[in-house]
């Protein structure tokens, strides 16, 4: 069936590294989104991919969405222990399709 | 927060019981989707409504069954409960497609325990 595949699963950093995690749909997606979810929390939107290509970035933080819109990217760089938590890519299939989650990527943060 | 308001945020409850979760989607929104969140199992997404409808379904099992009223809140209902369902339950609005509005925000989520 129509799946989204995220990795890694689990990501350790040292502060002030980089990282990337991934998003890799078998189908076209409408858009991709990313959500970001702390211990404890709710997942709590952080951006929309809409276009193929798309590249975004929100500080620290660069989202790209790939030419074939099949697949995305989060990069965080000089990571801080404030970006502990799992991060959550989600696509959509159709204007209409539900909003299919990735597995998510744990990130744990070490000083 | 997000404006979505889950309740219960908690509920212990035995086997073969049954349990409503409530939901009260943000103000303007007309989707609501229903999200299981379990250790093993991620996010699991259960059903879509669309001001009323049902628009969308998942991996919702045929114990679970959801509506949307006409106020747009909207109730889980889960039924002869299963150890196996204990779960974080999240609820989560849209203002919907068709407005232009696939963004979902979510609910705090609600813990159901079946002991």
């Given at each position: 069936?129509?799946?989204?595949?995220?990795?890694?699963?689990y990501?350790?950093?040292?502060?002030?590294?980089?990282?990337?995690?991934?998003?890799?749909?078998?189908?076209?997606?409408?858009?991709?989104q990313?959500?970001?979810?702390?211990?404890?929390?709710?997942?709590?939107?952080?951006?929309?991919?809409?276009?193929?290509?798309?590249?975004?970035?929100?500080?620290r933080?660069?989202?790209?969405?790939?030419e074939?819109?099949?697949?995305?990217?989060?990069?965080?760089?000089?990571?801080?222990?404030?970006?502990?938590?799992?991060?959550?890519?989600?696509?959509?299939?159709?204007?209409?399709?539900?909003?299919?989650?990735?597995?998510?990527?744990?990130?744990?943060?070490t000083? | 927060?997000?404006?979505?308001?889950?309740?219960?945020?908690?509920?212990?409850?035995?086997?073969?019981?049954?349990?409503?979760?409530?939901?009260?989607?943000?103000?303007?929104?007309?989707?609501?989707?229903?999200?299981?969140?379990?250790?093993?199992?991620?996010?699991?997404?259960?059903?879509?409504?669309?001001?009323?409808?049902?628009?969308?379904?998942?991996?919702?099992?045929?114990?679970?069954?959801?509506?949307?009223?006409?106020?747009?809140?909207?109730?889980?209902?889960?039924?002869?409960?299963?150890?196996?369902?204990?779960a974080?339950?999240?609820?989560?609005?849209?203002?919907?497609?068709?407005?232009?509005?696939?963004?979902?925000?979510?609910?705090?989520?609600?813990?159901?325990?079946?002991?």
């Amino acid at each position: 069936g129509q799946q989204v595949m995220q990795i890694p699963q689990y990501q350790h950093v040292q502060e002030g590294e980089d990282f990337t995690t991934y998003c890799n749909s078998s189908t076209t997606l409408s858009n991709i989104q990313w959500y970001k979810q702390r211990p404890g929390g709710h997942p709590v939107f952080l951006i929309q991919l809409v276009k193929s290509g798309e590249v975004k970035k929100q500080k620290r933080l660069t989202f790209q969405f790939g030419e074939a819109k099949k697949n995305s990217s989060l990069h965080i760089t000089a990571t801080q222990t404030t970006d502990v938590g799992t991060y959550f890519c989600a696509g959509l299939m159709g204007s209409w399709g539900k909003l299919q989650f990735g597995a998510g990527t744990q990130v744990v943060v070490t000083p | 927060d997000s404006g979505v308001t889950q309740t219960p945020k908690h509920l212990i409850t035995a086997t073969g019981q049954r349990v409503t979760l409530r939901c009260s989607p943000r103000s303007g929104d007309l989707s609501v989707y229903w999200y299981q969140q379990s250790l093993d199992q991620g996010l699991q997404f259960l059903i879509q409504y669309y001001n009323g409808e049902e628009r969308a379904k998942g991996n919702i099992l045929e114990r679970f069954s959801a509506q949307q009223f006409p106020d747009l809140h909207s109730e889980l209902n889960l039924s002869s409960l299963e150890l196996g369902d204990s779960a974080l339950y999240f609820c989560a609005s849209s203002v919907g497609p068709d407005r232009g509005g696939n963004t979902i925000y979510f609910g705090e989520g609600s813990w159901l325990t079946v002991v």
